[in-house]
Structure formats: structure tokens, C-alpha cells
């Protein structure tokens, strides 16, 4: 048990270390961070050191009970009739665990596959991002108020359009699936009851450019996007998202509509009544996100932000070869402002599965290993049994009992702790299944279609565990079966 256990924590030791230069980047989450805990150290020398000495000390329990007279006179196969029968329990019990890891790790698989096949709402491919560090508010900075800003990413768009690589420019507070900016706002539908105090809506708050969308290639799908109409001292405008018409103006025509918008900070000041001229397609704003979020988009025209990230789309080739080029293009504007984070939204999207492109991993290591002990505990058992039993196997075949008969007992002795096994783990995985709803995504805790391939894997790798063992039975020499007795 403590060579066991020495041995296993230096393995993970070793995995640990190699763990940044082998996991691929973007596979663990920004917040996890691998490093040697010593709690988790002790907690796993403990249990492994535990374990150990518990299924030791049972085998040998077991044999010190044994009487000298029972064990000469008796047949081997009948002084072990218990410990047969402890044995296919521990081996049902490690198939029972192995299909429990095996349905979540399928179901996890099943939604990382549907979150990548899912409509995102914008053109993944082929777009360069990048985040300005804007020095704003102080009258000292480079930008001391919004008329500042605003001239600042009207010369950039410019600047960078007139590039001859460039299709489209734009600049956003948000970008899809990387988080809100500015979080959640209160609304209200102007000329609509007011909600409770308590339960009042919020909508996801985002400024953008009138070339964004254009950029994304996001579609509108009723009314106009934003333009030179849509200025300073005009009137404030929004763009709405599909969800947001379908929950709350309930069949009736958005445009022309008016929202009142405020920050969820309630302070003194009064909300500001929007008109909306357009619907904008549905855009995920997180990956594992149920429910369709309530999005406003507002023109950087009528509410300048620091908040900036730059959006452009190639005319031909990668979207990361723009990247030298257009931070010259913004250097021509203003030389002192930094452009940092540059992605690729495929590589914005890929970030943002980190989490559960993890948890999916994870899952699946763990229920390949534990799939791995259940067939090593299959084929260990039957080669006991069959080891065992050699005498009467070879009476059987000395009375004219075939090859294929042998074959067949030895295969429905381990159906019987394989059936048993995979029942109790399909049952456990049926009841617990519920338990990772949270982090499912398009896919049904009690899916078909991973329980159905669960089985399948089962089936296959204890078919290849058990038909060793089988064959070996089959093949037993009667002469040499009784000579060894």
C-alpha cells in the first residue's frame, strides 16, 4: 500500500510538472492554476495508503480463517466459493463506477459538441480583435471627456478602413462570448406597466460602432442599424435583440418602441428614454448560456466608452497577419495609446470553452482510468476463476463438453458481473444525472444517445477483457488438468 502510494503521487508529481508544457493553451481555465498543494499531497497518501491496507488485510483475513484439513480435502473451487463471490462484487462495483464516470463524461462531451455545431449569431472566422487602453475622465489624461473619445475612434475606423487589407472595421464594449462589460441595466417599455421594484428586467448594455455589425456580419433583421442620423444631440436610439421583442413587446412592432435604460446602480439620475429602430439577430453572449440574453446595443456616438475593443475583418487571408498593420494605423492616430489583447474571435470563442472543454477532459480521464480498473478487475477474476477451476474443466472436456460449451460458461459467468455491474452504474447515473443539469447545454440529463454509447463502449472493452480468460478455458489439456492436482 505505501509503495503504491509512493508510486502513484510520484506519477502525478511527474504529470503535474509536465502539465503546462503538454495541456494545449486555452484547454485549462485562467483561474486554474496547477501547483503542488500539499493538503491534496496528504489527503492522497492517506486514502491511497488506507484503501491499500483495507483490500489487503480482507484477502488475508480471510485465508487465516481457512482450516488446513478443509483446504487439503476440499476442492480449490469450493474454499474459494466466497471469495468468488466477494470478488464479482468488488469487480460489479468497479463497473458500476465506471459507467457512472463514463455517462457524465459523455454528457459533457455531448455539450461541448453542441456548443461548437451552435449558431453563434456572428461571423466566427477570420476576425482580429483588440483591446485600447484608454486614459479617461481626468483633465490631465488624453482623453478628458467623451467628445475626445469619440474623435479618437471616428480616426482610427477611419485609418484603419483606408488600409487596402482591411473589409470592415468597428468598435465595441462587448464582444460575444467574452463577458459583459458593463453587465446587466434596468429597463422599462415605455407606456408598459412599470415591474416590481423586485423583479425588474435587465438587459445586457452594449456600445457600438454603426460599422459592428457589419463587421461580425450580424445580421438586422427588421428596421435599420445606426448611421450619421444617429449623433450626439439627436435622438438617443438603440438597437434590440431578438429575445428582447420576443419576452417583452409580445408580438408587437418594436420599432418606434421606447425604452427607458439606467445602470443597476440606482442613483439620482433619470433614465434615459431610448427609441428603437432596429432588431439585431441573436448573439451568444456566453457559451453554456441557456437562455437567450436580452441584448441593447447603443450608438459610441450617443454614449462614448474606455471600455474599447477594436474589430476588423480581412478582405482575404488570416485575420492575425492584420495585426501589425492596423496597430501602425491607430499609431498614426495616437501614438501613446497601448492595443493589447489581440485575438481572433475563434480564439475568443476558444477561451471561452475553456471551462467546460476542461471540465469535459477531466471527466473523461477519469472515467477512461476507472473503465481501465474494472476490465483489469474483469479479465483478473476470470483468469482466477478459470485458474481455479482447471480440474473440472477438464473433466468436462474429458466427458466430450466442447470448446465452444467451456467458452460459453466461462462468458456467461462474466456477463453476470458485467450486466449487474453496468445496471446498477446505468441506475446511479440515471439518478445523479440531474446533479450536472447546470452544465449541460442542448443536451437532456437521461440523453439516449450517451447511454446508448456508453453501453456500446462498455460491451466492447469487456468482451475484449473476458474472451482471454474464456479461451484459455477452453483450450485446457485434461491430462495436464488432472496431473496438476
Known amino acids: 500500500a505505501a509503495l503504491g502510494g509512493a508510486l502513484g503521487l510520484g506519477i502525478g508529481y511527474a504529470i503535474l510538472s509536465a502539465a503546462p508544457s503538454v495541456i494545449p493553451a486555452g484547454l485549462l481555465p485562467s483561474a486554474v492554476s496547477l501547483s503542488f498543494d500539499g ?3 496528504a489527503f492522497c497518501a492517506t ?11 480482507a484477502p488475508a483475513w480471510h485465508a487465516s480463517g481457512l ?8 476442492e480449490s473451487r469450493s474454499t474459494t466459493k466466497g471469495g468468488g463471490r466477494l470478488r464479482g462484487v468488488l469487480v460489479a462495483g468497479e463497473i458500476a463506477a465506471a459507467v457512472l464516470l463514463l455517462c457524465g463524461a459523455g454528457l459533457l462531451l455531448r455539450t461541448l459538441m453542441v456548443i461548437e455545431n451552435a449558431d453563434a449569431g456572428y461571423r466566427a472566422d477570420s476576425v482580429l480583435t483588440m483591446r485600447a487602453t484608454l486614459e479617461y475622465g481626468l483633465p490631465t489624461s488624453r482623453f478628458p471627456n467623451e467628445d475626445a473619445l469619440r474623435r479618437f475612434f471616428s480616426a482610427v475606423e477611419d485609418e484603419v478602413r483606408a488600409l487596402p487589407e482591411v473589409r470592415s472595421v468597428g468598435w465595441t464594449s462587448t464582444l460575444p462570448l467574452a463577458g459583459s462589460t458593463f453587465g446587466g441595466f434596468l429597463f422599462e417599455i415605455v407606456g408598459d406597466e412599470p415591474p416590481p421594484a423586485t423583479n425588474r428586467p435587465i438587459v445586457d448594455y452594449q456600445i457600438v460602432s454603426p460599422s459592428y455589425l457589419r463587421t461580425l456580419d450580424i445580421p438586422i433583421v427588421a428596421g435599420r442599424g445606426f448611421d450619421d442620423r444617429d449623433t450626439r444631440d439627436g435622438v438617443p436610439v438603440c438597437l434590440v435583440s431578438e429575445a428582447f421583442v420576443l419576452r417583452y413587446l409580445r408580438g408587437r412592432n418594436p420599432l418606434g418602441m421606447r425604452v427607458a435604460v439606467r445602470p443597476m446602480r440606482l442613483g439620482p439620475e433619470p433614465p434615459i428614454v431610448r427609441e428603437i429602430v432596429g432588431v439585431v439577430a441573436q448573439v451568444r453572449s456566453w457559451p453554456t448560456q441557456a437562455d437567450d440574453t436580452n441584448q441593447l446595443y447603443v450608438p459610441v456616438a450617443q454614449n462614448a466608452f474606455s471600455f474599447a475593443t477594436l474589430v476588423v475583418s480581412p478582405r482575404s487571408g488570416p485575420a492575425e497577419a492584420l495585426a501589425p498593420v492596423v496597430k501602425a494605423a491607430a499609431a498614426r492616430v495616437e501614438r501613446e495609446v ?4 489581440v485575438r481572433t474571435m475563434d480564439q475568443v470563442a476558444w477561451d471561452a470553452m475553456a ?13 477512461a482510468l476507472a473503465l481501465l480498473l474494472a476490465m483489469v478487475g474483469v479479465f483478473g477474476v476470470l483468469s482466477y476463476g478459470v485458474q481455479q477451476r482447471t480440474r473440472e474443466f477438464g473433466v468436462r472436456i474429458a466427458l466430450g463438453a466442447s470448446a465452444g460449451t467451456i467458452l460459453r460458461m466461462v462468458l456467461a459467468n462474466a456477463a ?5 455491474g453496468a445496471l446498477i452504474g446505468l441506475v446511479l447515473a440515471a439518478l445523479l444525472a440531474q446533479s450536472i443539469a447546470v452544465f449541460l447545454f442542448g443536451v437532456t440529463p437521461l440523453d439516449p444517445l450517451t447511454f446508448a454509447g456508453v453501453v456500446i463502449v462498455l460491451g466492447a472493452t469487456a468482451a475484449i477483457a473476458s474472451l482471454i480468460p474464456a479461451y484459455r478455458a477452453s483450450r485446457i489439456d485434461p491430462v495436464e488438468a488432472f496431473r496438476s492436482e
Not at 453476470?416 to 449487474?420: E, S, T, Y
Open 47 to 57: 486514502a491511497a495508503t488506507l484503501v491499500g491496507l483495507l483490500f489487503g488485510l
Open 67 to 74: 482450516s488446513l484439513i478443509q483446504a487439503i480435502t476440499t
Open 338 to 341: 497601448p492595443f493589447t489583447n
Open 416 to 420: 453476470r458481473v458485467i450486466g449487474a
Open 355 to 367: 471551462r467546460p472543454r476542461f471540465r469535459a477532459v477531466m471527466v473523461m480521464t477519469f472515467a
Open 39 to 41: 493538503r491534496v499531497v
